[in-house]
């Protein structure tokens, strides 16, 4: 199956992502508060653009079932994921004002935009294996850190949400979808538009650590990812 390939050539990179210092520094509870404010307005802006690909991409599919697949998914994503992130911006105290005031990373806007031109140039397809990397990459990372959890009930709220059940059907369902819009026609182009998307899900962790923004720096100056 397209998944069974997509995740076998990826595997380096998903490792990478599962022992960044961000996912464990997040799981020994140690990871600076503001760091974690700061991935969360991060990726609000990321899931918002994530949500609109959903939507996009149904319009544009020609198969009913796919497209009312993709809307399901859109919608679970606004009750659920980004409900969630409401209930840690109300105990972060993190407020309209402080999203708004907040640029968006480079890598944020880099990511998403390598979603919308997978939607451009792959079609309905593309845009639903670009997508899947982030479901599904997040729930192994759940499912990887729910043994031991954090001792900080913020960042356990956030690995419960990736090991919970509605979570992981909503993965497996996407996990479905991918392999019925790829074809031997399009394997090739779908493979690198997985792999550019687990390629940024590394970089977001590192973005984060970071508070990445668009200040101008020489390779010197920059943090290096170990």
Not at 49 to 75: M, P
Request: hydrophobic share 40%.
């Amino acid at each position: 199956m397209f998944t069974d390939q997509a995740h076998e050539q990826t595997l380096a990179s998903w490792a990478a992502s599962k022992h960044h210092p961000f996912i464990q520094q997040l799981q020994a509870g140690t990871l600076p508060m503001d760091t974690f404010r700061y991935y969360l307005i991060q990726d609000h802006y990321y899931l918002h653009e994530f949500g609109k690909v959903h939507d996009l991409a149904a319009d544009q599919s020609t198969d009913a079932q796919i497209a009312q697949q993709l809307r399901v998914g859109a919608e679970h994503l606004r009750q659920g994921e980004i409900a969630i992130r409401q209930t840690f911006f109300d105990r972060l105290n993190i407020t309209p004002a402080d999203i708004a005031a907040t640029p968006v990373a480079p890598t944020s806007y880099a990511y998403t935009s390598h979603l919308y031109r997978a939607l451009a140039t792959a079609g309905t397809a593309g845009a639903v294996v670009g997508l899947l990397p982030c479901y599904w990459l997040y729930a192994e990372i759940g499912a990887s850190l729910a043994g031991t959890g954090s001792p900080v009930p913020i960042f356990q709220a956030w690995i419960d949400t990736y090991n919970a059940d509605d979570y992981t059907n909503s993965m497996t369902d996407q996990l479905g979808l991918a392999n019925a819009v790829a074809t031997p026609a399009n394997t090739d182009q779908l493979l690198d538009i997985f792999a550019k998307s687990s390629w940024y899900e590394l970089k977001f962790w590192q973005m984060a650590l970071n508070h990445e923004d668009w200040s101008l720096t020489t390779p010197s100056q920059a943090t290096p990812f170990s």
